[in-house]
Each structure stands twice: as structure tokens, then as C-alpha cells.
């Protein structure tokens, strides 16, 4: 029988897990879940170095907010090198008899995910404060600022997924096996966790570009109506505002996105602990956790799609690796060239 157990809730029901699996029982890993992991894991790796390099290498994404999407970036390429192998592992219950590794393991992605909410967070109060506090952002939103916010973001992040190993976790299970349900108290996961780490900050997101949009959008209504005296100045003003919207837009998607991916398994947190008797389908449960994963490798491809400085950017990337690409190939046939001359010369001679 194979019982999947990873991220908030990666763990069957009661019913489905009536008493802990004996302590000699063979797990066989979801072969389909590990390869989906295995893909995620190299999408999410790849696409968040490329976000990093990026703008690492174009001096206009060096922006207060661009530095928080490198933060969110960095905690996507660990939830890829990291957090999913202890996934796979967790998903046969390993490590077995090693209680405070098997925590650590299972906290990981609670960190990464953490980090990443509170990096959007970061992004959403930025945003605010370029539209509604222009003449102070300067002073405010500086590059030093913003790696101390940085800095602060990914210590409570840790400390947060940490939580259950300063003893907030369930009596294991005699057999050893490393399973979410089986360790990680539900409670922490639906009522710290979801509510008050998830949950809060997401609606303080939503209110906060709710506010922008209106106000954005006021604004370049009111400078459309003014007909008289329509200036260079106002022109330039209304090409600001809709500059504003849509990168507000754009990041928007961005949380849109996360919560998509993220929710469903937060709702079967909250169904596995409202409910711990009731089924609930194996099939789903690991949707939702594929679905949790995912959101680390699609944000790339989001940046590509919306913003043109980071489209422009990859390309730039990609002909530069091409260009390299093919520089070394013609070096290489030259070389052979050179080496079949020397020998039809060396044989004539």
C-alpha cells in the first residue's frame, strides 16, 4: 500500500491509514508522483536561476522591487533542490526512527513557503508605498532596506517552519515512518500555519492591490478628463499611471497564482482536522500537492509572458549561451580542419 505524506497535509485520512503500517512494511514510491516532482524540481530550479541572472546581469531590473522577486526566486530554486527530494523521500516514510530529521524534513517546504508569502507581501507593501507615498519612497524604499527586509523575512520564515521541532508535533508512530499526518500536529498546520501565516497576509495582499487598482485607475481617469491644458507634464503623468498598472497587474498575477497553487492543500489541512474520519481520495491529495510544487516553476515563465524587461533579458541570455554554443562548435571544426590538413600534409610530404 503506498501512503503519500508530504507538504501540509501530503498524508491520507484515518480511514485510509487506519493504524500506523507495521514497522517491516515495504512502501512502493508513486512512480507518476515522483517523476511529476522530479520535473517540477528541474523546471523550478532552472527558470528561478534564470530570474536571479537575470537581474544579476540587467542593470535596469535593479529595483527595490526586483530584489524581492529575487528573494521569492531563491526560495522557488529551494523548494527545487531541496525541499522536493525530501518530498519523494517523506513519500516512503523516510528517514524512519529519526524523529528530529524527519521534522526538519518535513518543515522544509513550510519555511520555503513561508518565505515565498512573505517575499509577495514584501512586493505588495513596495508597490503601495511607490503609489500612495511617492515623495518618501526614495528614503524608504532603499536597496539597504530592502535587504534588511529581506533578511527579516527569510528569520521568521524559519523560524515558523520551525515550530514543530520545538515540540509541536504528535507522538510518533511505532514503525518509524516518516509521514506527515503521522508527526505534524494538525493543529499547528491549520490554525498557526494557514490562518495566521497563510491566510492573514494573503488578504492583506488582496486589499492592498485592490486599493492600488482603484486608485490607479481613478487617477488616470481623472487625467484623461482633463481636457484643457493638457500638457507634456500631464501626458507623462498618465504614461506613469499606466506604467504603475500594469506592473501592479503583473505582480498581482504573480499572488494570484500562488494562491491558486497553494489553497486546495490548506482546505484539506483543514477538512483532514475538521474531519479526521472522512476519506479523501489519494488522487486528490496528491494533485494538490503537485498542484503546491508547481507554483515554484511557473512564475518564470509569468515574468517572460508580462514584463518586457525580463522577456528581453532571457532572450539576451539564451542568444548569448547560443552564441557561445556555436563559437565553441566552429572552434572545434576548425580544429578538426586544422588536424586533417596537418595530416594530408604530413602523408604528401
Known sequence: KHTNSWTPSSSNT????????????????????????????????????????????????????????????????CVGVIAIPCAILTDIGLPRHNLYLCLLMLSVLIMFTQSSIFSLLAVAVERYVAIFMPFRYQVLM????????????????????????????????????????LVVDMTYMVYFNFFACVLTPLVIMFLIYAQIFVTVKRQVRRIASEQSGRGERQVRAAA?????????????????????????????????????????????????????????????????????AFRDTFKAIFMCCRTLGDREASNAASGDDREVAAVRNAHQS
Open 240 to 308: 506613469s499611471m499606466r506604467r504603475e498598472m500594469k506592473t501592479a497587474t503583473s505582480l498581482f498575477l504573480v499572488l494570484f497564482l500562488f494562491t491558486i497553487c497553494w489553497i486546495p492543500l490548506h482546505i484539506i489541512n483543514c477538512f483532514l482536522l475538521l474531519c479526521p474520519h472522512c476519506p479523501v481520495p489519494l488522487e486528490l491529495l496528491l494533485t494538490a500537492i503537485i498542484l503546491s510544487h508547481a507554483n515554484s516553476a511557473v512564475n518564470p515563465f509569468l515574468y517572460a509572458y508580462t514584463m518586457t
Open 14 to 77: 484515518t480511514s485510509s491509514l487506519p493504524s500506523p503500517p507495521p514497522a517491516d512494511l515495504v512502501i512502493s514510491p508513486n512512480v507518476a508522483y515522483m517523476a511529476a516532482e522530479l520535473v517540477i524540481a528541474f523546471l523550478s530550479t532552472v527558470g528561478n536561476v534564470l530570474v536571479c541572472a537575470a537581474v544579476g546581469l540587467n542593470r535596469k531590473l535593479h529595483t527595490v522591487t526586483n530584489y524581492f522577486l529575487v528573494s521569492l526566486a531563491v526560495a522557488d530554486i
Open 142 to 181: 532603499t536597496p539597504r532596506n530592502a535587504v534588511l527586509v529581506i533578511l527579516t523575512t527569510w528569520l521568521l520564515a524559519f523560524i515558523i517552519g520551525l515550530v514543530p521541532l520545538m515540540g509541536w508535533y504528535k507522538t510518533p508512530p511505532e514503525s518509524g515512518n516518516c509521514f506527515f499526518v
